[in-house]
């Protein structure tokens, strides 16, 4: 096949995928052109709670075990058209705007060239190319992807790379997440009665200790972790008592507690003080977590990432991607594609062209290096 990356990524920019839709039309796009490769398919649907058809699509080239695999999403967020032409692809300045551009649909573009470009005959491990939907709402794709996939469950890739905009720098680690849903139940009645019983109250001692364990998160190194920046977890908290009346005692209210997860941060800890808090004041509690993601710079697959890129140092990043799910499939990944986080879901979403060229060549040379 004679794929051009700026091209595809265009007509991936015109094919309106937003979270809330459907990504079936996109997702028979990509998968026919995976078949044209010559690769075997695992596609994968399900019904979100919205009633659309989501599909994940798995495309494998070539055979044996291990290999490599190259993640991406095909959702984005919406295009807020209003302010400007979110799906009408335009090249200036040397970069390519439109909604997704970077996140993700030139990324997503760049590992399907590079695999192009390699002879199915030569390769002694195969190629994946995982595209997931609506990554941007919840990474649910990516978890329907670790349950059902039998063809990652047969022959599981030994490296991964999640095509995220890093501006073509190699991330070794990001940040999972934690945290807990808490609730309250009270009483509704007319304040001036003194009857009812506000869940707000009952919850805000609960509060007031998550403002302590903030400032403790803040403070104390065992919640921290310094191979990042910030080195703190981003402890938060928000809740809501669903618009009750001022002059009625809410019925129910809710708090959530979250922060964000390191390797070297005391995780576990951490969230098991949220819960007995919570436990103490007697309120429902359901508690999470997701592991943050890492593999070793020693890695042959960080090892590649630099090779590809001359040198360029690895790095690690805060926020999270689908490798949260991902890697308990996928046993070492790095994060590496072009584009910015920054621009990102943004107004005005571009990404610059030789940074789209660029990744099909690191991409292939990593193809090279690892699965030939």
């Not at 921290?224 to 809410?250: I, L």
């Not at 979403?349 to 060229?357: A, D, K, N, R, V």
Request: net charge negative; hydrophobic share 40%; aromatic share 6%.
């Amino acid at each position: 096949m004679n794929l051009n990356v700026i091209e595809l990524t265009k007509t991936l920019i015109e094919m309106r995928s937003v979270s809330q839709d459907s990504n079936g039309p996109i997702s028979d796009y990509l998968q026919a052109i995976l078949e044209e490769m010559g690769c075997e398919i695992e596609r994968l649907e399900y019904t979100d709670p919205n009633g659309e058809l989501k599909v994940n699509v798995i495309g494998r080239l070539g055979a044996g075990t291990g290999g490599l695999a190259f993640c991406s999403h095909s959702d984005t967020v919406p295009g807020q058209e209003v302010d400007w032409p979110a799906f009408e692809p335009e090249i200036k300045d040397s970069k390519l705007y439109g909604r997704g551009s970077c996140d993700m649909k030139g990324p997503l573009a760049a590992t399907i060239v590079a695999a192009s470009q390699i002879d199915p005959k030569k390769l002694k491990k195969p190629i994946y190319i995982l595209i997931t939907a609506d990554e941007e709402i919840g990474l649910l794709g990516a978890k329907h992807v670790t349950e059902k996939s039998e063809m990652l469950k047969k022959d599981r890739p030994m490296y991964g790379v999640i095509a995220e905009p890093t501006e073509m720098i190699p991330v070794y680690a990001h940040k999972g997440g934690a945290g807990a849903t808490v609730t309250s139940h009270g009483v509704a009645a007319h304040s001036s009665t003194d009857k009812g019983i506000s869940a707000n109250f009952k919850l805000a001692r609960f509060m007031a200790e998550m403002a302590d364990l903030r400032d403790l998160s803040m403070r104390d190194p065992i919640y921290q972790d310094d191979e990042f920046d910030p080195p703190t977890n981003g402890f938060n908290m928000v809740m809501s008592d669903f618009d009750t009346a001022g002059n009625v005692t809410a019925p129910k209210a809710v708090c959530r507690v979250g922060f964000r997860t390191m390797p070297k941060a005391a995780n576990e800890e951490l969230l098991d003080l949220i819960c007995k808090a919570a436990e103490k004041y007697e309120l429902e509690f359901n508690g999470r977590m997701a592991d943050p993601l890492y593999v070793s710079t020693d890695s042959p697959l960080v090892g590649a990432a630099v090779a590809a890129l001359d040198g360029r140092k690895p790095e690690t990043v805060s926020y999270g991607t689908d490798g949260i799910y991902l890697k308990n499939m996928i046993p070492q990944m790095v994060v590496l594609g072009p584009g910015s986080i920054g621009v990102a879901h943004t107004i005005e979403e571009h990404i610059p062209l030789s940074e789209l060229e660029q990744a099909v060549t690191v991409y292939r040379s990593m193809i090279q290096q690892l699965c030939m």
